[in-house]
């Protein structure tokens, strides 16, 4: 008897501890997710948010959630994109509709992005509405998830 008892003790405190196992695993999945989808809605709002009168912030915002390639290419064009911007005295005010994980593990993810814009300039004085389906790749750095990759789709 004793060493029955023992043993279902034994089984109950492994269980026991696969059990928190699993919960400590789907809950670290589901932070992960919503850091995720919060850092990519964030990047396409700034990506899709743009003021000609405070460009140079705007932009700032845009590299501060951006990393690799991306950044890279980005800043390499801010120079010529801000001239743009004001000679066209372009505002764009972004609105992230929906936002989805296609793929992700604990250091990348792959989220798909639905944004709605108004964009004004002096070509379009009462304003354009445009839509953007994103397709933005992240990483994680240094507790950051930060854009690697944007590419229009669909």
Request: glycine share 6%.
């Amino acid at each position: 008897m004793p060493a029955t008892l023992a043993v279902a003790t034994v089984a109950a405190t492994a269980l026991s501890g696969w059990l928190c196992v699993e919960v400590y695993e789907q809950r670290a999945a589901a932070d992960r997710q919503q850091d995720v989808l919060a850092a990519a809605r964030q990047s396409a709002l700034n990506f899709t948010s743009l003021d000609y009168r405070h460009y140079d912030r705007d932009s700032e915002n845009v590299l501060k959630g951006a990393t690799g390639d991306f950044k890279e290419q980005f800043a390499a064009q801010t120079d010529e994109l801000t001239k743009l911007v004001a000679a066209n005295k372009s505002v764009s005010q972004g609105q992230v509709l929906e936002a989805g994980i296609v793929s992700a593990d604990e250091k990348s993810a792959r989220v798909l992005v639905v944004a709605d814009s108004k964009v004004t300039n002096t070509a379009a004085p009462e304003g354009q509405a445009r839509t953007y389906r994103l397709q933005l790749d992240l990483v994680l750095e240094r507790g950051r998830w930060l854009t690697s990759d944007v590419e229009f789709v669909g």
